[in-house]
């Protein structure tokens, strides 16, 4: 019999953005919201599974956490790392800098980022600063047809 922390028994935490434009909400079973995001429970058998079923709802993972399934705290209290997180418009990318042991450090850091980013001609940079445990530092997005119109 496999221990309840092995791989085949793990559980992983999908942070999941959502395209208001879908609103198809009530059809990802699982679903909860914390502090205005979405938050899906998905065990490790049926992570390819969840993955295109977001995707073709109109969502999008942007963080996959994993959870040891004995370990029943909210994710508030997971010990986890802190990051700067900056998403930029153009060109439509998630950006991860860190891992940071506090807030107040992630805080102190997060400008210099921003500066790079700026030089670099990075524009609509929104940042925020979270516990959390990127898969990925730097996620190209698609970028969102914008219809141009002559008069």
């Not at 085949?8 to 914390?34: A, C, T, W």
């Not at 993972?61 to 986890?80: A, H, M, Q, R, Y």
């Not at 506090?102 to 500066?115: P, S, W």
């Amino acid at each position: 019999m496999a221990a309840k922390n092995d791989k085949n028994h793990s559980i992983f935490l999908y942070e999941v953005v959502i395209n208001p434009k879908m609103g198809r909400l009530n059809q990802i079973d699982g679903l909860f919201q914390r502090r205005g995001k979405f938050y899906l429970r998905v065990p490790s058998g049926r992570m390819r599974r969840e993955m295109q079923r977001i995707s073709r709802l109109g969502g999008k993972i942007v963080n996959i956490i994993p959870i040891n399934t004995l370990d029943e705290l909210s994710i508030e209290e997971k010990k986890l790392p802190w990051w700067v997180e900056i998403t930029t418009t153009r060109p439509h990318c998630i950006y991860y800098f860190g891992p940071f042991d506090d807030f107040v450090e992630a805080y102190e850091y997060h400008g210099g980022y921003v500066e790079d980013l700026q030089e670099e001609g990075a524009i609509g940079i929104m940042i925020e600063i979270k516990q959390c445990q990127p898969l990925v530092l730097t996620q190209e997005l698609e970028e969102e047809a914008v219809p141009i119109y002559n008069y």
